[in-house]
Nanobody, 122 residues
Framework: QVQLVESGGGLVQPGGSLRLSCVAS????????IAWFRQAPGKEREEVSC???????YISDSVKDRITISRDNAENTVYLQMNSLKPEDPAVYYC????????????????WGQGTQVTVSS
């Protein structure tokens, strides 16, 4: 059974950092792309970053220079390091997976986690 479980969200002050984790089970991460999306209330789901199975990485212009995505295939885990968090970053952050390569459409991802809430407030 394919499952994705996110963790690491929480409350952080503006300028702070968080590291989100997405632990995959039921499949081997080596052949899959893992993407991070976020969705704020009243807004569409937005792709933040993605790590393809071939090593390529995508990072949205809206968070470029503040976010790093990495994967540990041995641990079946993908991380999203977020630095210099801004008031526009709060959202529920989801990880999602599809075979091989990243896609810019949420509809092309087959499995989703339950999400982890990120809140930025002083």
């Amino acid at each position: 059974q394919v499952q994705l479980v996110e963790s690491g969200g929480g409350l952080v002050q503006p300028g702070g950092s968080l590291r989100l984790s997405c632990v995959a089970s039921g499949f081997t991460l080596d052949y899959y792309a893992i993407a991070w999306f976020r969705q704020a209330p009243g807004k569409e789901r937005e792709e933040v970053s993605c790590s393809s199975s071939d090593g390529r990485v995508y990072i949205s212009d809206s968070v470029k220079d503040r976010i790093t995505i990495s994967r540990d295939n041995a641990e079946n885990t993908v991380y999203l390091q977020m630095n210099s968090l801004k008031p526009e970053d709060p959202a529920v952050y989801y990880c999602a997976t599809r075979e091989y390569l990243c896609s810019d459409s949420a509809n092309n991802y087959d499995y989703w986690g339950q999400g982890t809430q990120v809140t930025v407030s002083s």
